[in-house]
Nanobody
Framework: QVQLMESGGGSVRSGGSLRLSCAASRSTYNYCMGWFRQAPGAPREGVAAVGSDGRTSYRDSVKGRFTISQDNAKNTLYLQMNNLKSEDTAMYYC???????????????????????WGKGTLVTISS
């Protein structure tokens, strides 16, 4: 079991930046980790994921703007979000899977495998 807690959400104008953090209650070494989001009235979607080997994957709409990273010493996952757009408005969730069900983080982003642990989310609102 691992507890996940997101922080860093907020309200910014279009073109701005935010950095989300996800603090884990224990080491997530060898876990798969990911960021997901859910906009009002829309299904949850994967945003970015990092596999146990450190490889990353992103959904197309955030490539070049978002960066997922992790600090294993701090048991923390990050999502740096730049050039934010109104369509990025959503509740953002951190999630973890152990054991990691796939070597391909893209399959986590696109929902082919379920994550085992979820945070409660942090709200990101982008205004134009």
């Amino acid at each position: 079991q691992v507890q996940l807690m997101e922080s860093g959400g907020g309200s910014v104008r279009s073109g701005g930046s935010l950095r989300l953090s996800c603090a884990a209650s224990r080491s997530t070494y060898n876990y798969c980790m990911g960021w997901f989001r859910q906009a009002p009235g829309a299904p949850r979607e994967g945003v970015a994921a990092v596999g146990s080997d450190g490889r990353t994957s992103y959904r197309d709409s955030v490539k070049g703007r978002f960066t997922i990273s992790q600090d294993n010493a701090k048991n923390t996952l990050y999502l740096q979000m730049n050039n934010l757009k109104s369509e990025d408005t959503a509740m953002y969730y951190c999630a973890a899977a152990s054991p990691c069900p796939t070597t391909e983080p893209g399959l986590l982003v696109h929902g082919y495998y379920a994550m085992d642990f979820w945070g409660k989310g942090t709200l990101v609102t982008i205004s134009s």
